[in-house]
């Protein structure tokens, strides 16, 4: 073959090389990738003091209630030092169609709401948009002159509050506060306007103005409440960045963070991946309550629940945390605002949701006394749950990270959260305890 020919297919060659890195380049960029799932950091067990073997009780725990029946299927994670040490996902997403669980199935939040948006309105505060006790009537005027029931034997009647509620009391559930108008007193036209007349409202920020006409349980700050604290926080988040909730944390925190899998409305391309929903049966055992469907959008946002999101997700979010603010070279909070998060705001005020033990910080649950708790965790360990038994904790002392996922509403009387922490908990074999954690709640007197 003569030089000009060679010439020619070495031309070729080069055009046909570039045509190709080009072609591969493009259907790089139109395939979706799960850069949540792509970008978490994993590790050998025993690389940061946890063993291996041990970790293996995870999926046998969850394995049980499967067998039983109780508990159709379950994601759970755990991370150590800011790495992932074991990930995985038992039984099935959606039996009634026999589709297997994975560890990328989209999971209802409900309450794991909560840390999330109060994490969006502590991002305000650091730029100086509040003070915490600020009054929430400064952005939500029908708050300025609230009243609270009263209560002297079968009477009741309403009294203005001891003290104007404050963004303390919205983020830590001490505000008394509820949407729901039912037995508080209310004249016929008022319930008709705080319920909208039996009809959806189409935005929480209506919803939460007209639920000025609700008396509170008590005056703000004389106990904790669970209920719709979260929801004003939202509001607030809305009321003071001029966005909506959803918008908010997509462009502030879910976008940064590389949480592409986590929003209240699920995209239709990613229905498939989601869990069914379950309840228990009279006989122990678990029953559908709401199959895998396409919703229309909402423009309804709650701040208590409503977001859905995966364990890739969510662990980013976790991580961000326990690293003080920071994940990836993204910092979207200040070290010293998130000690003063996962600090106990509430003092000795019983924390019944989460148990014994615990106090409540500005939107976590914090451990204050394990000696009376039913975890095995370390003091100052915080974290929430939610109603369809999700459930996330850290404890900063051993730099550690658990997650766990179920759909089951009513799970209660399983106690299966609660002895998830054991199991993760006794998988550690290295203590870092006698070290100083990245991040630590303020520990406070309680006289």
């Not at 986590?262 to 989601?274: A, L, M, Q, S």
């Not at 904790?393 to 009513?410: H, K, S, V, W």
């Not at 070290?435 to 006289?447: A, M, S, T």
Request: glycine content about 10%.
């Amino acid at each position: 073959m003569n030089n000009k020919n060679n010439g020619k297919i070495r031309k070729w060659l080069i055009q046909a090389t570039a045509k190709a890195v080009c072609f591969t380049v493009l259907l790089a960029a139109a395939t979706p990738i799960n850069w949540a799932a792509e970008s978490l950091p994993t590790a050998n067990p025993e690389s940061v003091g946890i063993s291996a073997k041990r970790l293996e009780r995870i999926d046998e725990y969850f394995q049980r209630f499967i067998d039983k029946g109780q508990v159709v299927g379950a994601v759970s994670l755990v991370a150590r030092h800011g790495k992932i040490v074991h990930h995985s996902a038992v039984g099935l997403k959606y039996r009634e169609e026999n589709i297997p669980m994975t560890t990328d199935t989209i999971f209802a939040l409900a309450s794991m709401t909560k840390p999330i948006v109060s994490t969006a309105l502590m991002m305000l505060f650091e730029e100086g948009r509040f003070r915490l006790d600020d009054p929430i009537s400064d952005w939500i005027p029908e708050y300025a002159d609230h009243m609270v029931l009263a209560s002297n034997g079968p009477l009741q009647r309403r009294v203005p509050e001891a003290r104007p509620i404050t963004i303390r009391h919205v983020l830590t559930h001490t505000s008394g506060l509820t949407l729901n108008p039912a037995n508080k007193g209310l004249s016929e036209e008022e319930l008709r306007l705080a319920s909208n007349g039996g009809e959806q409202f189409s935005t929480l920020g209506e919803r939460v103005a007209r639920a000025a006409l609700i008396p509170a349980a008590f005056s703000p700050g004389d106990h904790w409440q669970y209920g719709s604290s979260t929801d004003y926080v939202a509001v607030l988040v809305e009321k003071i960045s001029g966005q909506s909730i959803d918008q908010f944390l997509k462009e502030r925190i879910f976008e940064p963070l590389g949480m592409h899998d986590t929003f209240y409305n699920i995209p239709p391309e990613k229905v498939d991946r989601v869990a069914a929903r379950y309840i228990p049966t009279d006989t122990g055992g678990a029953e559908l309550q709401l199959a895998p469907t396409y919703a229309e959008p909402t423009t309804y946002f709650p701040g208590v629940s409503g977001l859905n999101s995966t364990s890739s997700d969510y662990i980013r979010f976790a991580q961000m945390i326990s690293n003080g603010g920071e994940l990836d070279g993204v910092r979207l909070l200040g070290r010293m605002t998130v000690d003063l998060m996962i600090s106990n705001h509430t003092g000795d005020k019983s924390v019944y949701i989460r148990g014994p033990g615990y106090g409540f910080g500005l939107g976590f649950g914090v451990l204050v006394d394990p000696t009376k708790s039913l975890d095995t965790l370390s003091p100052g360990s915080y974290g929430w749950g939610g109603a369809y038994g999700t459930l996330y904790y850290a404890d900063p002392a051993e730099d550690i990270i658990g997650l766990m996922f179920i759909q089951l509403r009513g799970h209660g009387p399983l106690n299966i959260r609660q002895r998830f922490t054991n199991v993760v908990s006794q998988s550690v074999v290295d203590s870092v305890a006698d070290r100083k954690p990245k991040i630590q709640g303020y520990n406070i007197r309680q006289d």
